[in-house]
């Protein structure tokens, strides 16, 4: 699956006639080449962007399995941090 890169610009960005334009701040969006389909790269970064196309365009697993996944390893994530927060039990009434 081939990815590009492509710029969403704002209606006043001087740029806007060029959607392959790296160097402004408007969000960047990954096409699927050969597919009606875009994502947002959630960056307004060119380089993170690339990335993460990269990143899509490698996994030949169904993307909204790779979200979900994604989803999944955050929030294992954000429990073990959550309890290592809470620090060692106290006994109370021992
Ligand atoms: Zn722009």
Redesign the pocket.
Known sequence: MLTEVF?R??AD?P??NNRY?KR???RKWIAFIGMRKRVSAGTRSWEQAERKARALSDDSRPLSQTVGEAARLFIEDKEQQDGSEVGPPSFVGS
Do not use: I
Request: charged share 20%; hydrophobic share 0%; with cysteine.
């Open positions: 710029s610009h704002s960005c740029h806007r334009y402004c701040r408007c």
